[in-house]
């Protein structure tokens, strides 16, 4: 909880802002690049074959001769994220670095598919005893809709269960010569989506509209090839995107590529991880806002021996024994049973598009908490770090009342609000020029969605006043013009913030800003109290005469 005093009201203009007091601990973390290499970190790039560049929003484009002259090439234009041979990288990050046309420098590392692999069985539909776990048997699956992509290793797009497939998109070459995990990709797309066809199995929403990425064309998945599938996704519209990877590096620019698809209206489903016996470390893209978790349960609901506990499980999907399309070239027979959160989350995946499809007029953030607040809940009662909400529950999540539209998410910090930032419009301000009022309603998550950024308009010589009704305890905090982030310290914190409400427990907070000078732009945030798991609020928002 942020510490600070409250300030009903302060003067927006040139003049110096109020002093702020000390800084905050949040639930969630600032939305920065990571930091610069120093010149030890540009040795170090050369531990791995390519770089990731990710260039400055405004000055990054004056960049761009010399990546090009360089041999970079760009993988993801709306993440200005560009690649190239690390040995070239630490001859020419120097200079741009010095020139400050750099956002963020990173190895492209490899990520590992969240798999296991255990004996072979039949290809028969009577062993998928998830089936009625789930209650797969309960909800007749709709036609083709809102399309499931699975970014992994490659499909084999000549197995039984996807030649000739209706409604099959394959994004990019899709290499599975490469052994070792590269039957990975067909197992994860069959248990979403093997169709009904007469051989083999069949996946959760057989009819779905899917869509293969190929993150490993050289034989190993890496980020920079993960976010090329996200953006590739973004470019066709809103989807459900599986993600059955991760590893513990927290990466910024994978993450920015995680928000900018929820933010052009995708869900994105990931594996938990399956590292319990190596004491349960962060995974990612498992731990990032936004994003549903997925752990393994076996056929008693129990929690697999294999699956992470983590503080951002959303819910949980069997993983134990499940039978899959495995490419023939790998194994003759072309299926296997395997074990992973890897197989749990196309279920959730496919499952989530399938009620997407029948549901269409669903939102991502109502979608996103539908499908884990009505999972089947086991023990221990209520959430826990194991399964979340529980076991996947379709027709639950099929029948079941929608929760409200969060809006204007992702906005946990000011670059995911302002324009030019991670998105190029931004978010549309709460209040315009001849607008000066306005209420909505959203809702905060200490795992999932810890705060809420507002743009709002200050005119000339008016005074905005901002009224917050929470059910839980929840802050308030005026930002200045200048804020680069919420989660600022030292000097930039005591420049631009401008005011805050802590009153505990479910008291209203009601804040204030007077501006005497030209009229401009301020953030409002509203973020959780401490201890405080999740909350709604009312916002409303009034502007008037000085």
């Not at 009577?126 to 209650?135: D, F, R, T």
């Not at 004491?279 to 997925?294: I, R």
């Not at 639950?396 to 539209?405: F, K, L, Q, W």
Request: with cysteine; charged share 20%.
């Amino acid at each position: 909880m942020r510490r600070v005093s409250l300030v009903l009201a302060v003067l927006v203009c040139a003049a110096a802002p109020a002093a702020a007091a000390a800084p905050v601990k949040y639930f969630g973390h600032a939305i920065v690049p990571a930091p610069l290499p120093g010149t030890r970190g540009l040795q170090a790039l050369d531990r791995y074959p390519r770089t990731l560049i990710e260039l400055d929003r405004a000055r990054g484009g004056l960049a761009i001769p010399a990546l090009v002259h360089a041999g970079a090439r760009l993988i993801a234009p709306q993440l200005r994220l560009w690649r190239l041979p690390s040995r070239r990288a630490q001859a020419l990050v120097p200079s741009l670095i010095r020139a400050h046309l750099v956002r963020s420098v990173t190895p492209d590392y490899p990520r590992r598919p969240d798999r296991m692999l255990t004996h072979f069985s039949d290809p028969l539909v009577s062993y998928q005893w998830w089936i009625p776990v789930i209650g797969a048997d309960q909800v007749e699956p709709p036609g083709p809709g809102i399309p499931v992509t699975v970014i992994d290793t490659g499909v084999d797009a000549s197995h039984p269960e996807f030649a000739g497939r209706p409604n099959t998109a394959i994004l990019n070459t899709q290499n599975i010569s490469g052994g070792g995990e590269e039957f990975h990709g067909t197992a994860v797309a069959s248990v979403a989506a093997a169709p009904t066809n007469g051989v083999g199995i069949v996946g959760v929403y057989p009819q779905a509209v899917l869509q293969a990425w190929d993150a490993s064309p050289t034989g190993q998945l890496t980020v920079g090839d993960e976010v090329r599938g996200i953006v590739a996704a973004i470019g066709r519209g809103r989807s459900v995107i599986n993600l059955s990877l991760g590893a513990s590096q927290y990466l910024p620019i994978e993450e920015e590529a995680v928000l900018a698809a929820f933010g052009t209206g995708s869900l994105i489903v990931v594996a938990a991880g399956n590292e319990r016996e190596k004491g349960n470390p962060l995974d990612y893209p498992a731990s990032y806002n936004h994003v549903l978790t997925v752990g393994s349960t076996g056929n008693t609901d129990a929690v697999s021996p294999f699956s992470n506990r983590s503080p951002y499980m959303d819910l949980a999907a069997p993983g134990e024994s499940i039978p899959a399309a495995i490419p023939t070239s790998i194994f003759a027979d072309g299926y296997s049973q395997v074990d992973g959160t890897s197989f749990a989350t196309p279920l959730v995946a496919g499952a989530s598009a399938a009620v997407w499809t029948s549901r269409p007029t669903l939102r991502n953030t109502q979608l996103f908490d539908l499908m884990r607040w009505t999972a089947r809940d086991v023990s221990p009662a209520g959430w826990d770090p194991d399964t979340g909400f529980g076991v996947l529950n379709i027709p639950s999540a099929t029948n079941s009342r929608a929760p409200s539209v969060d809006p204007q998410e992702p906005n946990e910090d000011v670059f995911l609000v302002k324009p030019k930032g991670l998105f190029s419009t931004g978010h549309a301000p709460l209040t315009a020029a001849g607008h000066g009022s306005a209420v909505l309603s959203g809702r905060l998550d200490s795992s999932e969605d810890p705060e809420d950024v507002y743009r709002v308009w200050v005119p000339k010589k008016r005074k905005v006043t901002f009224s917050l009704k929470p059910n839980a305890n929840v802050n308030a905090a005026i930002w200045g013009p200048k804020t680069k982030s919420v989660f600022e310290k030292g000097k930039a914190l005591k420049r631009d913030l401008i005011v805050a409400g802590v009153k505990p427990g479910k008291a209203l907070e009601r804040v204030s800003v007077r501006n005497a000078g030209p009229g401009t732009y301020v953030y409002f945030d509203a973020f959780l109290g401490k201890n405080v798991g999740d909350a709604a609020y009312a916002l409303g928002i009034k502007t008037a005469r000085l």
